[in-house]
């Protein structure tokens, strides 16, 4: 079948996209769609066109693969789209799906658009680090006016059909088959002239003061980000200079944002994202498993999150805990973080009476013989994971899921325990575990690859983003964090202030700093690791800064105070009394404290993410690089618009990595020496490792 299928209805030309899986703009489309305008223009009969998607969607967009092309190679959707809009004979866009992108660009090129009630209707660029480049910057302002057009192409969130109609984007929401309705519509329009253009149109709702504020808003919602600006910058013009001039500007804009880094880092995202949820050797075939009751082992603050992912979307759960005072505890906190959702009229009652009335409370380990899938979510001891994973042997019918939620122990440890290991995985949610979106999924050594593939479809399931990792202590997000913090506490013995260490990191694009980042999990929990393995090791125990901190009492913001101090605004304000601790500490050591630039605090700091990540991705952890960043947009907030870690060293190139880390005393990691010798990046790697 051609890639555009033209077919007659007897004065209509109908031209059908075959472009699965989602119809993107790729090579081939252009000339199948001009073919048809062809035909249309030649052909005296055809009083009318048709353009329509085949499949599930409508054009979701130019091919993203195509970014990286030379523009001569890449497929011309401005030359279509400004065909399209001075086309002699009516045409109408028959949206089912999404139209997005370049997609809705082809549609406001029609005189008419036609859409199912489900269709979905956006300018998501933003989302890659570019801009609406096929017109949309000037139509859209056009037809829903200008302080909407601002909203849809800065937040990049579609409108569905409903509101596309009441917004005036869409002529008409069809029932029932849409290409016949499109049809009949393309007929009944087919001798109204003069055609009505949007590109003759003015643009309502413009004034000097929204694009300021749009302007000013920026920095809130879109820091450190590029296309934003260029965006308002585009809209204003639609407004304010001929169609021509902002159609000419958009396009010159578009090419810049297209080859700025952080476009390339949020296409490198947003395949990455898609990848993540596949694993490799994992057929397409494999069973997935039926999960319709969930057990939860334990109340507390990761337990009562955990369950509220399942109660959200309607599945029961019974939850266990060994004491009625902290099982009435975790339920009370369940119940007060739903009616705080309430409070902001994100649930109404009647959903919080609903979702806790499918949760079970009960201390009888023999009330899960039922449940499909079992999550534990004690606190972190393996004699008692042990314990409990021999109990829920016991009691757990055949085929349910045995999980931990552990952040570090040894889950083949722990599935060694039951006559069952396969049935056994790592379930690790990052707290809040009811908000963060992050599930890091790991694959034990038996592990079976039904229980993976639940796993990865319970996921998705309860809107999680799940990554398959392999079993080491912290597997792939902690045991990087870990390394980071290591050097941050490096950074302030050699002399930097803690602040200044987590500027490096705002500036960088992260949520949150180190220091502020310990602060938040409490001080006390690295202090106990650090504690617990330097006994394991036979070490002296630790006197570090930090420690010295903890024995002070300052726990991070639970105790009012650690690194910083925090008021009731939870910001964090230097504490002078921590700085002299730090200075007497370097005192005493005999640490000459230096003058430390942001450069070099941001080269270690992420840099040490980055050398930690390919000995995790040399040692199979990972399975791809691609997986690490999503990992650390998910769990860690690290900036989609770096790339991620690993896109980020990527975009630094992979032999200034190398070069820095040894500048600064540490050894490259040998994939990461690998790749920097052959002057490659991870994205590489990643193509070259899929193929086996
Ligand atoms: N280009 C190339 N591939 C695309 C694509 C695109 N625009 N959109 C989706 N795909 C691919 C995905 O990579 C995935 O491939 P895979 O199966 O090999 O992993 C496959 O299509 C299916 O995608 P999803 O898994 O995301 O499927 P969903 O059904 O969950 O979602 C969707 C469908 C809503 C269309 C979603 O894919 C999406 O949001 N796509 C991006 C849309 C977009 O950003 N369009 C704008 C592009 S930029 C542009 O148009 C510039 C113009 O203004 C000049």
């Excluded at 903890?550 to 008021?567: A, F, L, N, S």
Aim: with cysteine; proline share 5%; glycine share 12%.
């Amino acid at each position: 079948m051609s890639i555009v299928e033209q077919a007659r209805e007897g004065d209509i030309l109908v031209l059908t996209i075959h472009n699965p899986p989602v119809n993107a703009f790729s090579p081939g489309v252009p000339e199948g769609l001009h073919a048809g305008l062809d035909a249309a223009e030649a052909d005296g009969d055809v009083r009318a066109v048709v353009i329509i998607g085949g499949g599930r969607t409508f054009i979701a967009g130019a091919d993203i693969k195509t970014f990286d092309l030379p523009r001569e190679q890449a497929p011309d959707l401005r030359g279509f789209v400004t065909r399209l809009d001075a086309f002699a004979k009516p045409t109408v866009a028959a949206i089912h799906g999404t139209a997005l992108g370049g997609g809705l660009e082809v549609a406001l090129a029609c005189t008419y658009r036609v859409v199912t009630a489900d269709a979905r209707l956006g300018l998501p660029e933003v989302k890659l680090g570019v801009l609406p480049g096929a017109g949309g910057t000037q139509r859209l302002p056009r037809v829903v006016g200008a302080q909407k057009a601002l909203e849809m192409m800065l937040s990049g969130s579609p409108v569905g059909a409903t509101e596309a109609r009441t917004l005036g984007l869409v002529d008409e929401v069809v029932e029932g088959d849409l290409r016949a309705a499109a049809v009949e519509f393309a007929r009944a329009h087919a001798d109204a002239r003069p055609l009505p253009r949007i590109s003759e149109r003015g643009v309502e709702g413009a004034s000097p003061e929204l694009f300021a504020a749009a302007r000013a808003g920026l920095g809130k919602t879109h820091k450190g980000q590029y296309s934003p600006g260029l965006i308002v910058d585009l809209a204003e013009m639609a407004a304010t200079k001929p169609f021509a001039e902002g159609w000419d500007a958009e396009a010159q804009l578009f090419m810049q944002a297209k080859d700025s880094p952080q476009s390339r880092a949020l296409r490198h995202v947003f395949f990455a994202e898609r990848e993540a949820g596949k694993v490799r050797g994992l057929g397409k075939d494999t069973p997935v498993g039926d999960v319709r009751q969930v057990g939860i082992i334990g109340a507390g603050t990761m337990g009562g999150g955990i369950a509220m992912n399942f109660l959200n979307v309607g599945l029961p759960v019974t939850i266990v805990e060994t004491a009625q005072d902290a099982l009435d505890r975790g339920l009370a906190t369940i119940r007060r973080n739903y009616e705080n959702s309430a409070k902001k009229g994100r649930l109404t009652g009647d959903d919080v009476e609903k979702r806790m009335g499918l949760l079970t409370p009960t201390l009888d380990m023999g009330a899960l013989a039922d449940a499909d899938l079992i999550i534990e979510a004690v606190f972190e001891n393996m004699e008692v994971k042990k314990a409990i994973f021999t109990r829920l042997d016991a009691v757990a019918k055949p085929g349910a899921i045995l999980a931990s939620n552990t952040s570090t122990l040894n889950v083949n440890e722990i599935a060694a325990v039951t006559a069952r290991p396969e049935q056994v995985i790592g379930l690790h949610f990052f707290s809040p575990a009811n908000v963060m979106k992050l599930l890091e999924i790991v694959r034990a050594d038996k592990t079976s690859d039904t229980v993976l593939a639940t796993s990865l479809a319970v996921a998705r399931k309860i809107g999680k983003v799940g990554v398959v990792v392999g079993v080491c202590d912290g597997f792939v997000g902690n045991r990087m964090v870990h390394r980071y913090g290591d050097e941050a506490r490096k950074l302030v013995e050699e002399g930097a202030d803690p602040q200044a260490v987590d500027a490096a990191m705002h500036a960088l694009g992260l949520p949150m700093g180190p220091f502020e980042m310990s602060d938040m999990a409490g001080l006390d929990i690295g202090y106990a690791i650090r504690q617990h393995q330097a006994g394991e090791r036979g070490e002296p125990k630790p006197d570090g800064w930090l420690d010295r901190i903890v024995e002070t009492g300052r726990k991070g913001q639970k105790t009012g105070g650690g690194i910083y101090d925090y008021g009731d605004d939870r910001r964090p304000r230097p504490n002078a009394k921590m700085g002299q601790l730090i200075a007497d500490y370097r005192a005493e050591k005999g640490l000459t404290p230096r003058e430390i630039g942001q450069d070099e605090i941001t080269k270690r700091l992420a840099y040490s993410l980055v050398n930690e990540g390919a000995q995790i991705l040399e040692e199979g952890i990972a399975q791809r690089a691609g997986d690490i960043d999503v990992i650390y947009l998910y769990g860690y907030g690290f900036p989609a618009y770096r790339g991620g870690p690993m896109g980020y060293a990527s975009e630094q190139g992979l032999g200034n990595v190398a070069a820095d880390l040894e500048k600064y005393g540490q050894t490259p990691a040998p994939l990461l020496r690998h790749l920097a010798d052959e002057g490659k990046t991870f994205a590489a790697y990643d193509r070259e490792t899929a193929k086996g």
